[in-house]
């Protein structure tokens, strides 16, 4: 098992399973985006960056999201602009612009992750046939995410135009996605529980998502 701990967040497990249940009809596209601010502890560590690429992916929010995404399997096309305009660090970059799309199913999503936004942001959005899945914030320790807030809309489904005739928001104010994760850990391990979110063939289609965007950056 592997630590994807924001899968674990109330609000991501919200939406998967209102896109799972259907009920607001196929995913048309996703968007997501994150930021952080520069730390000294990212920076070289004995002449060599201290951490790989895969946790930097501009800004070390990005393999989160990526992981997200990666929900939906699939995303087998890729192509990204990838910036180091700033930093000048070798190996680590400060933006990344990643396009992602399933050949299979038209679906597409794109991900903005930065070193130079100059401020903490995440930000997912799922649009479906029938409505949208709209997460602004993230509860962490830190706080620095700001307050994380799940916007549902939904059309009636009647409708399917575009225009969304009911909204609901939800607040989550406590972040219990660490709780979450070792508690399916320990499930699996004592109770034989199946690894729902952060298994083995997760972590392998992320990986394989962040080398294809390295590979084919412009």
């Known amino acids: 098992m592997y630590g994807f701990n924001h899968r674990h967040h109330e609000s991501i497990k919200k939406m998967k399973s209102i896109v799972d249940s259907g009920e607001l009809g196929k995913i048309l596209w996703m968007r997501g985006?994150?930021?952080?601010?520069?730390?000294?502890?990212?920076?070289?560590?004995?002449?060599r960056p201290k951490t790989c690429r895969w946790r930097y992916l501009a800004g070390s929010g990005n393999s989160h999201v990526g992981s997200i995404s990666a929900l939906r399997r699939g995303l087998d096309e890729v192509s990204a602009f990838i910036s180091n305009h700033f930093w000048k660090i070798d190996g680590i970059e400060d933006n990344v612009?990643?396009?992602?799309?399933?050949?299979?199913t038209g679906i597409s999503a794109s991900l903005h992750s930065t070193m130079t936004q100059w401020?903490?942001?995440?930000?997912?959005?799922?649009?479906?046939e029938?409505?949208?899945?709209?997460?602004?914030?993230?509860?962490?320790?830190?706080?620095?995410?700001?307050?994380e807030i799940l916007?549902?809309?939904?059309?009636?489904?009647?409708?399917?135009?575009?225009?969304f005739e009911e909204e609901e928001?939800?607040?989550?104010?406590v972040d219990s996605s660490w709780e979450s994760e070792v508690l399916h850990f320990f499930n699996a391990i004592e109770k034989k529980g199946k690894i729902i979110f952060g298994s083995s063939q997760d972590a392998s289609c992320l990986m394989n998502l962040i080398d294809q965007t390295y590979d084919r950056k412009c």
């Open 151 to 163: 916007s549902i809309k939904r059309n009636p489904s009647h409708l399917m135009d575009g225009r």
């Open 119 to 128: 401020r903490y942001l995440f930000s997912l959005e799922v649009f479906l």
């Open 169 to 173: 928001t939800l607040t989550y104010k």
């Open 130 to 147: 029938g409505g949208a899945l709209i997460l602004n914030g993230l509860k962490t320790s830190s706080g620095a995410y700001g307050d």
């Open 33 to 47: 985006a994150t930021a952080k601010k520069w730390m000294s502890h990212f920076s070289k560590h004995g002449g």
């Open 97 to 104: 612009f990643a396009i992602y799309r399933s050949s299979e």
